[in-house]
């Protein structure tokens, strides 16, 4: 089957920034050239300064149905991951789901933030099932996330969940008719924020699963301490005492580790 031409359309309105995989025709499968396409967004996202939020969709009916190195003699699998890339930003990502995340799809929806579906959406892991096993996070994400029965579960018999059970079950947090506009909705509300509180409240809850709750709570009072003196922060203290919304810095942002970005260009890319 021809490849596209664009398998990953990426696109930066406002402030946020939309990743969307365009191969409807295969199932949106995670293929060499969507896999170097995914990884370049990703990249283009950390450049960009006035970027406060992402969202990870697809041309439906699917999401992605899974990666295409299960059928591969000799899988490179350092150049086919997208999770880890996805996982690794200091933003806060929504993923906008539909149709079938299966497999490696499925480990590409874990590692965002956030998981909007649509009543049709099935999820599964089946790659053990065929003979492969996941490469991308999944055995990690599933069981931190869905807990380790239903991890085990998933991965040892290829078991599929309907959105319902999957909402149930923790792996998706709100099912809506139409995920891509909610996702839009959600992110933009989140953009609002302070970046650098957006970013830090991401950082502690992710290490909330690997620190004893003595730990957890000495990195949220050290990030706490960071924000202190920050534009974001004194903007939301003025906002308070004067009765207003706050109103954010908007074209300049601070990494968690502390590095001052450079100001976006004015077309947003």
């Known amino acids: 089957m021809p490849v596209p031409e664009r398998p990953v359309l990426f696109s930066v309105r406002d402030t946020v920034a939309v990743i969307t995989l365009s191969s409807p025709e295969t199932g949106n499968q995670i293929e060499p050239a969507l896999a ?34 299960v059928k ?18 200091t933003l806060p990502v929504i993923a906008a789901l539909s149709g079938t995340v299966a497999d490696q799809g499925l480990e590409l929806a874990l590692a965002a933030d956030i998981r909007i579906a649509s009543p049709d959406t099935r ?14 996070g999944g055995t990690q994400r599933l069981t931190r996330i869905a807990g380790p029965a239903l991890a085990t579960e998933m991965l040892l018999t290829g078991r599929e969940l309907s959105a319902d059970e999957a909402y149930s079950r923790g792996l998706i947090s709100e099912i809506s008719p139409d995920p891509r506009a909610r996702a839009e909705q959600i992110a933009r509300d989140i953009a609002r924020h302070g970046v650098l509180a957006s970013a830090y409240t991401k950082k502690a809850v992710l290490a909330a699963s690997d620190m004893t709750f003595e730990e957890g709570a000495h990195l949220e009072a050290d990030l706490s301490f960071l924000l202190h003196g920050e534009e ?18 908007a074209r300049r942002r601070r990494t968690p580790a502390g590095d001052q970005s450079s100001p ?6």
């Open 123 to 136: 999820l599964a892991m089946r790659q053990v099932v065929n003979g492969a096993f996941p490469f991308d």
């Open 232 to 249: 974001e922060r004194e903007e939301g203290l003025a906002a308070f005492r004067e009765g207003r919304s706050p109103r954010m810095p």
């Open 264 to 269: 976006a260009s004015e077309d947003g890319s």
């Open 36 to 69: 170097k396409a995914f990884r370049e967004a990703c990249e283009a996202i950390a450049d960009d300064a006035g970027v406060r939020a992402v969202i990870v969709c697809s041309i439906p009916p699917d999401f992605c149905i899974g990666g295409c190195l």
């Open 72 to 89: 591969s003699a000799a899988p490179d699998f350092e150049s086919a991951r997208v999770a880890g890339p996805l996982a690794q930003m």
